[in-house]
């Protein structure tokens, strides 16, 4: 089975239409995978493969794999494909896809969601504190400086996503530290701890 045509549709409500066209080896014609996803689940698709783009840069990656209702997708290293499985009631279908062209046309859908959490209520001053986050000393010295900075730089971006969602929920602990000027450290704290706990992640060796 191979992939034939992949798109991500961006849609009015802030989420987006998967389609993979392809073919299935033994069969005539072009079988498809597709459903809709909601910025929700966007969002989580888009980390989904920033967090592979990252791995790919740094070193051999883990298997990994994200679920959105009724849709798999799954990492093979060995194969540097992507597995997906779409279930849709008693209906079940496979198909595989190079991992490049799934994150070349998930560039697009990044773009999108990174938009809305820059402008987002408490987007710029989590950006602003995030811009503060420095590489940790084990990251430059195991990727060195010019690698280690292109990391960090996809690393404020993935944090980004997350605490704009975090945020943007009603309720929000870090929505009330943001707003308070008497807990702003405490907001500085948090996006600092979630930038070295994803930097510890993505760290070559780690799983």
């Known amino acids: 089975m191979s992939a034939k045509i992949f798109s991500m549709e961006p849609r009015e409500d802030g989420g987006a239409r998967f389609v ?73 279908k496979t198909a595989r896809m190079p991992v490049d062209v799934f994150l070349s046309e998930m560039a697009g859908m990044t773009d999108i969601c990174l938009a809305r959490a820059e402008t987002s209520k408490n987007g710029p001053a989590l950006k602003s504190m995030l811009a503060e986050c420095r590489p940790p000393a084990e990251f430059e010295r195991l990727l060195g400086l010019d690698l280690a900075d292109l990391a960090m730089h996809q690393l404020r971006e993935i944090a980004l996503l997350i605490l704009a969602q975090d945020a943007a929920i009603r309720g929000s602990v870090l929505a009330r530290k943001l707003r308070g000027k008497k807990s702003q450290d405490q907001a500085r704290e948090a996006v600092i701890s979630l930038v070295l706990t994803l930097a510890a992640e993505c760290m070559p060796g780690s799983t």
Do not use: W
């Open 20 to 92: 993979l066209n392809y073919k299935h080896i033994g069969r005539s014609g072009i079988q498809r995978i597709s459903c809709d996803l909601t910025q929700t689940d966007l969002l989580q698709m888009v980390l989904f493969a920033e967090a592979l783009n990252l791995r790919n840069r740094l070193g051999p990656s883990a298997a990994s794999d994200v679920a959105i209702d009724g849709l798999q997708v799954s990492f093979v290293p060995a194969q540097r494909e992507l597995i997906l499985e779409r279930q849709a009631g008693y209906s079940q």
